[in-house]
């Protein structure tokens, strides 16, 4: 695992872990990573979603 340091959406942050039940940010951040890359498509991959600003 890689230590990594992000800036977070403060309130994203907050309803994943209460939507989830996770106690921790950083298991708040791998579940929404796990989910994310377990629903993108083959087509996904051939065209990235645009990245937030």
């Not at 921790?24 to 990573?33: F, G, K, M």
């Not at 629903?39 to 990235?48: K, T, Y």
Request: charged fraction near 25%; glycine fraction near 2%; proline fraction near 4%.
């Amino acid at each position: 695992m890689a230590i990594t340091r992000i800036y977070l959406d403060d309130d994203a942050l907050r309803r994943t872990m209460a939507i989830s039940g996770v106690r921790s940010e950083q298991d708040a951040v791998n579940l929404a990573l796990r989910f994310f890359s377990s629903h993108a498509s083959a087509e996904d991959l051939e065209h990235p979603f645009p990245t937030a600003s």
